[in-house]
């Protein structure tokens, strides 16, 4: 049976090792964090994805899935470590060379490293680097010194599931997989090929890094086109939805959705990964990201603007996640709107999240902000601001919503 060591069990280094798991390899997954470890080894799960518990648990009581805070001798090791960026939106890589050189020890020649994290291009060399400078005994390729024999294998294929819908699409979805070397890809390929139902694409490491971090510049272009349209279409007092929906009934348009900004950990991060690198030439990108970031501030003043004409306003806020029928907070752009409107005591505000059982600690401690249930919330409002589209505020009754004054970001009330 094939062992694999998995680094890191986030958001998908924990999907991944236990659809491993059920896949019939012995999957070992490594934390830094001795809280997840302790759970996952009880066989509890601390972050919310539909069916992961379920998988967790059978994959850790079949003996399949272990867990420490130690990596372990393994065929394969798989990197899934965050990677955040600095002050600057300059890339922070420190956990991947941390995973590498943890990793280091206990590699042998024939073993298959992936880094799976998003990450900028050049980094999969890197981690070569990193490992042959713990370890000049083994033959790593793209790096000098070697002196023959069986070499060590590595590779880059990025995560590219959608949250909510992970444990499905790290099956169903095509992988791009890039080595830094033929013999890596190879190898590397073989492996997704044995439980991913989708295509596995072939390249170089270095394509492979771009593509990913391609696939999400290329959204957050196009959100930023739909967040630019509605600041376009307020100036000139048209409904922006309207006019969506009727461009979108040409054959070859097809615009997204403006919002009250982009968040989570990879649309709002990885294009600077981008613009960190050719910083002259990727414009577009930069200008994207700049205007999506702006997207809160313009919605934050519309709600000044209309809490203006109450004395002691009550404002009810309706989500807080990052984007609909998740818990995640993650870089949420509504979580901020509503942390600055809190700070700035416009107003008594009500604030709705389904998904959450507790506020953040930002919110829990300010006596302006009350979490509430949707109901009271829009009963007591003056002025209404949605801003994620759960499907709890989507079955709203309009009836709700009249006398009040609402704010719309994401168009679900128009
Ligand atoms: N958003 C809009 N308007 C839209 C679509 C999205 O404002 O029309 C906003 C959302 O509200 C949210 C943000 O964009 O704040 C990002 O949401 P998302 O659903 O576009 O993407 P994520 O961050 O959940 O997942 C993305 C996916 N990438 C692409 O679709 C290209 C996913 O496949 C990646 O695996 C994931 O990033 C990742 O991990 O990189």
């Known amino acids: ?67 420490a805070v130690e990596p372990a001798k393994a065929d394969i090791f798989i990197l899934a470590v965050p990677t955040p960026f600095h002050e600057g939106h300059l890339p922070n890589i420190k956990y991947v060379e941390a995973a590498s050189r943890t990793i280091a020890p206990y590699l042998e020649a024939g073993n298959l490293v992936i880094l799976e994290s998003t990450s900028p291009v050049g980094t999969t060399e890197k981690v070569c680097a990193w490992i042959k400078e713990e370890r000049q005994d083994l033959l790593v390729p793209g790096t000098a010194g070697n002196n023959g024999g069986e070499q060590l294998y590595v590779a880059y294929c990025p995560e590219r599931v959608l949250p909510g819908r ?45 593509v990913k971090l391609t696939e999400n510049s290329f959204r957050d272009v196009n959100i930023a086109f739909a967040n630019e349209l509605s600041l376009i279409c307020d100036e000139l007092n048209i409904n922006v939805w309207e006019t969506i929906a009727l461009a979108n009934r040409h054959p070859r348009v097809n615009i997204l959705q403006p919002g ?26 930069r200008t994207a990201r700049e205007v999506n970031d702006y997207k809160p501030q313009v919605v934050m003043d519309m709600v000044k603007t209309k809490l203006g004409s109450f004395t002691a306003p009550v404002l009810a806020c309706l989500g807080l996640s990052f984007k ?32 959450v059982t507790e506020l953040p600690a930002s ?52």
């Open 1 to 67: 049976m094939q062992r694999i060591c998995v680094m890191g069990l986030g958001y998908i280094g924990l999907p991944s090792a236990s659809l491993l798991a059920a896949n019939g390899y012995q999957v070992h997954g490594v934390d830094v964090n001795h809280a997840v470890v302790d759970a996952l080894n009880s066989g509890d799960v601390l972050i919310y994805e539909p069916s992961l518990d379920v998988m967790v648990k059978s994959a850790v009581s079949s003996g399949r899935l272990t867990s």
């Open 166 to 210: 992970i444990l499905m699409e790290l099956v169903s979805n095509d992988r791009v997989v890039g080595g830094v070397d033929m013999a890596s890809t190879a190898k590397a390929v073989a492996f997704y090929r044995s439980f991913v139902e989708g295509e596995v694409c072939a390249t170089n490491a270095r394509t492979a890094e771009l």
């Open 260 to 285: 009250p900004g982009v968040g989570g950990h990879c649309i709002a991060v990885d294009p600077w990964f981008i613009v960190s690198s050719v910083p002259n030439t990727a414009r577009l990108i």
């Open 324 to 355: 609909a029928n998740i818990d995640d907070l993650r870089e949420s752009p509504a979580l901020y709107i509503v942390e600055t409107l809190a700070r700035e005591n416009v107003a008594q505000m009500l604030v709705v999240e389904p998904y």
């Open 363 to 414: 919110l829990q401690d300010r006596s302006n902000v009350q979490k509430r249930d949707l109901k009271d919330a829009l009963d007591m409002a003056d002025v209404i601001l949605l801003l994620v589209d759960h499907n709890e505020f989507k079955q709203v009754d309009k009836s709700q919503l009249l006398g009040k004054v609402v704010v719309d970001t994401r168009g679900i009330y128009n």
